[in-house]
Structures are given as C-alpha cells and as structure tokens.
C-alpha cells in the first residue's frame, strides 16, 4: 500500500498561523508539526513509501520533511514531496483533493502498489492503516471510508455516511442541515450509542484498490473532490465500505480546535496518548539540550527541550522548543510556540536571519488564552487576555480569533502592551 498526504490549500480558517506556512507545517505539542501525525502513522503501520502533496506556502513544511524524514536502504521507503506542477495534460494548480491526486498520479504509478491510502494532513490521532487494509480486503470493498460516530449536533460540519448492517455504505450525504438528519443514523457500538453518537461521519482517510482509483479519476475527469464528487458518484458503481473508528480524533481546521487539541495534550491522561510506545510520533531530530527550571510553578504543561524557565507561574499550557521565559511571568491556558533560534546567540551565529533578536517572555508579563507563534519576542509588564472580549479583532502585532489571542510568527511586542 502507497499512502498520499495531501498537505491542504490555503489555511484561511487557521489564520495567522498559516499565514507564513501550510497547515501541515504548523507546530503541534511543542515540538511537533501536524504532518508528524499522519507520517508517523505511517510508518508504525508498516507503510513506507509516502507521497505529500504541497501547494500553499509549503516552504516550511518542505524543509521539516527534508530534515526529519530519512529511510535506510533496507526498508526501500520514502516520504517525497510533489508539489503543484504545470505538465502537458494540466496547467492549473490542484483544484480540490481529487484533482491533487489526479495531478499527482504520474509520479505514484511508478511504484507497484495494490491499493493507495489517501490522508489528510492536519488531523490528530492515532491509527494503524494496516487494521483498516484488513477490514478494507475482508469486505471486498472497492474503497473503503474511515467514519467516526458524531453527535447530532456536530453532525452537520462533516460528511455523514450511512451504513448496512455489513458497513457497506449506502447513502452519503455532505454537510447535511440539522433539520435532515432524521433518518441518517447507523449502527454503532454500545457505548458510542450511549453517548448519543450514531451518525458515522468521514474522516477524510480512505483506501482504494489501486485500479479502481485511477478509473475513477479517469471517469470523472472534472470532479475535483474526493468527499463532494468522486465518493457518491462511486456508490453508484462500486462496493464501498466503511471503517469504524472509536479513538481520539480531531480536525484541525480551525484557531480554536488547533487551541484546543493542544491544550487537551497537558492533561492528566488526555485522549490522545504521545507516549503510546507501539505508536511514537516522530519528527525532525534536533538533538536540543534539555530545559532548565529555575524555581517556577508549573502545574499541567508540556515543556518542550532547550526551554529556559524563571521564576513564574506557567498552568494549562504549551510551551515549545528554545522557548525563555523571565521572572514573575504568568501563563494560563495558553500556546507558545518556541523559537528557531537562541536569544543569547549572535545574530552572525544564527542560521535564520528573519525574527527578532531576542525572542521570548520578559519579566512581568501575564499572558492568558493566548496562542504566541514562533520567534515571538514579548516585552516587560505587557497583558495579553483579551481583557474585552472580543470574538474577533485584528491590531497590531495580534490578531483574535474565536476569543484567542494570537501573536504571529516573528512579531514583536513592546514593554507595557495590553490587549
């Protein structure tokens, strides 16, 4: 089984975050980025030969690839990046997750390959694809379709399949409105039936036998959309089935659900384990330094390496790589991202010449609710809460998005700043 990552379009929704990189490329745990998840995935399933496709601001998520992501000659793996191309049959960039693959076939026909994982590269959990290749042969399907039982409520925001009593999907229906929802319920489990979870929505994770993608992909030569397009014109023709999947999972396509999924990771035994020893996420190997405390409070937080703490208060909380924090600082309920760099260092000695010269929180500062990007050089005495609530607010040097405050990648804010 080949897998194809496709790396998301434009990120608007997770504004400023996207703002310099691609979804994939944003810093997850501290010192993760969202693309570990589904390549580490990956390659715990036993999967090694991975294409990502990049359009949007891909720099950033190339160069994490380059650097974290090499195999030996024995396991004949591989993670290669295709990004948009113009070539004699397509002058366009990908229009949608359908034309991204069909661009990108070209180069994943080369290798031989029974069946073609398709993945999302800004989801949060834990699978192995090689239980849902199982499920996904023992079925006969032609393409099979991860779904995870959804409230009602939540119903409307995702593409709700209904199933047979064998998983054979027979109805799909995209984004259906509240009001539609009455008979588009499935059969689940006791305990998902308890919570009231019987509507099955797609993940957007699918497997297809491999000659069967590329004659949909041919059929439907102008559909653009694996979700909208190509997977209802397929039930039509072809045994399509689906995965049940139970675990922690998260769509992070939103401000508030990447805050959320990070701040659910400091929790006492949250729903996604990053200690799983039969499932490790990897990354770009660094080789930092470890973090040094010096009489702080921390209560519930992920410190990331190479951090350098004073004597604050830090709960509920984030805190990346190279990260400095000073004396007397409070954070609550907030992200901080790190830096690509030390403060200490020289600016000849730095390998990156963009950001300020010494990045981190000094003395004095409360910080709450916030979400402070890479390389963010945060001055004394500054308040950062939205104080006045706003659900929405661009100033200078932040902007609030669903009540969070976000401080972008490189930004600087001076001594004595409240927002």
């Given at each position: 089984?080949?897998?194809?990552?496709?790396?998301?379009?434009?990120?608007?929704?997770?504004f400023?975050?996207?703002?310099?990189?691609?979804?994939?490329?944003?810093?997850?745990?501290g010192?993760?980025?969202?693309?570990?998840?589904?390549?580490?995935?990956?390659?715990n399933?036993g999967?090694?030969?991975?294409?990502?496709?990049?359009q949007?601001n891909?720099?950033?998520?190339?160069?994490h690839?380059?650097?974290?992501?090499?195999?030996?000659?024995?396991?004949?793996?591989?993670v290669?990046?295709?990004?948009?191309?113009?070539?004699?049959?397509?002058?366009?960039?990908?229009?949608?997750?359908?034309?991204?693959?069909?661009?990108?076939?070209?180069?994943?026909?080369?290798y031989?390959?029974?069946?073609?994982?398709?993945?999302?590269?800004d989801?949060l959990?834990?699978?192995?694809?090689r239980?849902m290749?199982?499920r996904?042969?023992?079925?006969?399907?032609?393409?099979?379709i991860?779904?995870?039982?959804?409230?009602?409520?939540?119903?409307?925001?995702?593409g709700?399949l209904?199933?047979?009593?064998?998983g054979?999907?027979?109805?799909?229906?995209?984004?259906?409105?509240?009001?539609?929802?009455?008979?588009?319920?499935?059969?689940?489990?006791?305990?998902?039936?308890?919570?009231g979870r019987?509507?099955?929505?797609?993940?957007?994770?699918?497997?297809?036998?491999?000659?069967?993608?590329?004659?949909?992909l041919?059929?439907?030569?102008?559909?653009?959309?694996?979700?909208k397009?190509?997977?209802?014109?397929?039930m039509?023709?072809?045994?399509?089935?689906?995965?049940?999947?139970?675990?922690?999972w998260?769509?992070?396509g939103?401000?508030?659900?990447?805050?959320d999924?990070?701040?659910?990771?400091?929790g006492q035994?949250?729903a996604?384990?990053?200690?799983d020893?039969?499932?490790?996420?990897?990354?770009?190997?660094?080789?930092l330094?470890?973090?040094?405390?010096n009489?702080?409070?921390?209560?519930?937080?992920i410190?990331?390496?190479?951090?350098v703490?004073?004597?604050s208060?830090?709960?509920n909380?984030?805190?990346?790589?190279?990260?400095?924090?000073?004396?007397?600082?409070v954070i609550?309920?907030?992200?901080?991202?790190?830096?690509?760099y030390?403060?200490w260092?020289?600016?000849?000695?730095?390998?990156?010449?963009?950001?300020?010269?010494?990045?981190?929180?000094?003395?004095?500062?409360?910080?709450?609710?916030?979400?402070?990007?890479?390389?963010?050089?945060?001055?004394?005495?500054?308040?950062?809460?939205?104080?006045?609530?706003?659900?929405?607010?661009?100033?200078p040097n932040?902007?609030?998005?669903?009540?969070?405050?976000?401080?972008?990648?490189?930004?600087?804010i001076?001594?004595?700043?409240?927002?």
């Amino acid at each position: 089984m080949i897998s194809i990552i496709l790396g998301g379009g434009a990120g608007s929704r997770l504004f400023p975050l996207t703002h310099l990189r691609s979804k994939p490329a944003v810093p997850l745990a501290g010192k993760y980025r969202l693309i570990d998840i589904p390549i580490s995935n990956c390659i715990n399933s036993g999967v090694n030969q991975i294409f990502v496709l990049t359009q949007f601001n891909s720099a950033s998520l190339n160069r994490h690839i380059s650097q974290a992501y090499h195999f030996d000659r024995f396991r004949h793996g591989f993670v290669n990046i295709l990004a948009a191309e113009q070539t004699p049959d397509s002058k366009e960039w990908f229009q949608g997750t359908a034309d991204a693959v069909r661009q990108s076939m070209l180069h994943v026909q080369q290798y031989r390959s029974e069946h073609v994982l398709i993945l999302s590269g800004d989801q949060l959990y834990t699978m192995d694809y090689r239980k849902m290749l199982k499920r996904h042969n023992k079925s006969g399907a032609d393409i099979t379709i991860a779904s995870i039982p959804v409230n009602a409520a939540d119903a409307p925001g995702f593409g709700i399949l209904k199933t047979d009593s064998d998983g054979i999907i027979t109805e799909f229906y995209e984004k259906p409105a509240a009001d539609q929802l009455g008979d588009k319920q499935s059969q689940v489990s006791d305990e998902m039936q308890s919570q009231g979870r019987t509507f099955l929505a797609s993940m957007g994770i699918y497997i297809f036998s491999a000659g069967v993608l590329q004659e949909l992909l041919k059929t439907y030569e102008h559909a653009h959309d694996f979700g909208k397009q190509i997977i209802p014109s397929a039930m039509k023709t072809h045994r399509v089935a689906s995965y049940p999947f139970e675990g922690y999972w998260s769509d992070i396509g939103t401000v508030r659900s990447f805050y959320d999924a990070n701040l659910m990771l400091t929790g006492q035994n949250p729903a996604f384990d990053m200690y799983d020893p039969q499932m490790p996420i990897y990354t770009n190997a660094r080789m930092l330094q470890p973090a040094k405390i010096n009489s702080a409070d921390i209560d519930h937080a992920i410190i990331g390496e190479a951090s350098v703490i004073g004597k604050s208060t830090i709960t509920n909380s984030v805190i990346g790589i190279r990260s400095f924090i000073g004396d007397n600082v409070v954070i609550k309920d907030s992200i901080m991202m790190g830096a690509d760099y030390f403060r200490w260092h020289n600016l000849e000695d730095r390998e990156t010449v963009e950001g300020p010269e010494r990045p981190g929180i000094e003395d004095g500062t409360v910080i709450k609710r916030a979400i402070i990007d890479r390389n963010v050089s945060i001055g004394k005495n500054c308040v950062i809460t939205n104080a006045d609530g706003h659900d929405y607010k661009d100033g200078p040097n932040y902007h609030i998005r669903d009540g969070i405050v976000v401080v972008p990648k490189n930004a600087t804010i001076p001594d004595g700043t409240v927002i």
